[in-house]
Nanobody
Framework: QVKLQESGGDSVQTGGSLRLSCVAS????????LGWHRRAPQREREWLAT???????HYAEFVKGRFAISEGNTANTLYLQLNNLKPEDTAMYIC??????????????WGLGTQVDVSS
């Protein structure tokens, strides 16, 4: 089972930016996809973005224009650039990996997350 390690979370003020990283313990496999989710206190986990098996990014509507997903040169590193952060972005940001079924990513492996706190 692959292990995913996130980093880059921090405390920032409104309008600030962060770059989150996720390193997988294994190189990517065929038909794989990688993505980011977040969980805020007393809220359901939210899907944010996915990089599919063709390296095409997909985003939740509410993060388009502010967040950007990308991969590193080694195929086992994933990034999430967070821009113009707002207090409501405060959450644990979680990396995940799965397989692409042609329509969406079926996530099977999850990291523990990195905490982002945004103050007003």
């Amino acid at each position: 089972q692959v292990k995913l390690q996130e980093s880059g979370g921090d405390s920032v003020q409104t309008g600030g930016s962060l770059r989150l990283s996720c390193v997988a313990s294994q190189r990517t496999i065929s038909n794989r996809c990688l993505g980011w989710h977040r969980r805020a206190p007393q809220r359901e986990r939210e899907w944010l973005a996915t990089m599919d098996s063709a390296d095409t990014p997909h985003y939740a509507e509410f993060v388009k224009g502010r967040f950007a997903i990308s991969e590193g040169n080694t195929a086992n590193t994933l990034y999430l650039q967070l821009n113009n952060l707002k207090p409501e972005d405060t959450a644990m940001y979680i990396c995940a990996r799965g397989f692409w079924n042609g329509r969406e990513c079926v996530f099977t492996d999850w990291g523990l997350g990195t905490q982002v706190d945004v103050s007003s």
